[in-house]
């Protein structure tokens, strides 16, 4: 059975960095593009940062030059690093496969974005 495990959140003030780590289990995570995904009160659930399994990303417009995501393959791990935090930014971070499996949403981490 795979499963996620995203850590790393917290409070920060605007302007601030968290770096979010999401350990993953299952063999195919290493050949898999991989994908930090959020959801913010009273919204739907976003895509906001897509890594390739030889490391391409793609960005949301929203996020893009202050959100850096990464992976180790050897590790089952994905990041996501951000900076710049802004307030609207607050929102509960998942990882997932893109396109995203139902099977395999963790409990996220809540990042909170204070002004």
């Known amino acids: 059975q795979v499963h996620v495990v995203e850590s790393g959140g917290g409070l920060v003030q605007a302007g601030g960095s968290l770096r979010l780590s999401c350990a993953a289990s299952g063999s195919i995570f290493s050949i898999t593009v991989m994908g930090w995904y959020r959801q913010a009160p009273g919204k739907q659930r976003e895509l906001v940062a897509r890594?390739?399994?030889?490391?391409?990303?793609i960005y949301a417009d929203s996020v893009k030059g202050r959100f850096t995501i990464s992976r180790d393959n050897a590790k089952n791990t994905v990041y996501l690093q951000m900076s710049s935090l802004k307030p609207e930014d607050t929102a509960v971070y998942y990882c997932?496969?893109?396109?995203?499996?139902?099977?395999?949403w963790g409990q996220g981490t809540q990042v909170t974005v204070s002004s």
């Open positions: 997932n496969f893109v396109p995203p499996a139902a099977g395999y």
């Open positions: 890594i390739t399994r030889g490391g391409n990303a």
